[in-house]
């Protein structure tokens, strides 16, 4: 018997691996618990994708801001980043499995997602174009560890209409 929920979320790396980000920048140990919580009381499978500022400027990088990553290079590690997991949507996508939500992170200039004001981060821009691209229209939600109850009742309200 097949038991999958038939459910993913897309989630900024940092989400479920803190060890990831920019030193100084880690507001839990390891994962943010909440969202981690979330997503085994409602059985969600995710997909985490790559930190693109880790595989880019390495572990001891300086922090930076979008427009300082903004340049050729790193939008097109961005983009392979995009591409790579829009192939695996596809296959979710062709084999019945709902896509969700995709959760980015606040202060990021890479996986931050459009409903903060401090705008989309470089990876979600490459990201949102592709998903567009194929048809699928998750939910975003931009993650801030300083207000996560309101973003674990803002995930709460979206899976009682799935």
Same mark, same amino acid.
């Given at each position: 018997m097949d038991r999958r929920s038939g459910k993913v979320i897309v989630v900024a790396h940092c989400i479920l691996n803190q060890n990831s980000r920019v030193l100084g920048g880690a507001h839990y140990s390891a994962v943010v618990n909440e969202v981690v919580d979330f &997503? *085994? *009381?409602h059985e969600v499978? %995710? &997909?985490q994708m790559p930190c693109p500022e880790l595989t880019f400027a390495?572990?001891?990088r300086s922090p930076k801001t979008k427009p300082e990553y903004d340049t050729?290079? %790193?939008r097109r590690h961005c983009r392979t980043i995009a591409l790579s997991? !829009? *192939?695996t949507l596809k296959e979710f996508v062709k084999g019945n499995v709902a896509? !969700?939500?995709l959760l980015g992170i606040k202060n990021s200039p890479s996986c931050n997602v459009s409903n903060s004001k401090d705008g989309t981060g470089i990876l979600?821009?490459?990201l949102l174009e592709e998903i567009e691209s194929i048809n699928i229209h998750p939910a975003t939600r931009t993650i801030d560890v300083s207000k996560i109850v309101t973003d674990v009742e803002w995930l709460e309200k979206l899976f009682s209409t799935i």
């Open positions: &997503l *085994r *009381r499978g %995710y &997909l390495g572990f001891k050729p290079n %790193y997991t !829009v *192939r896509v !969700v939500a979600m821009e490459e």
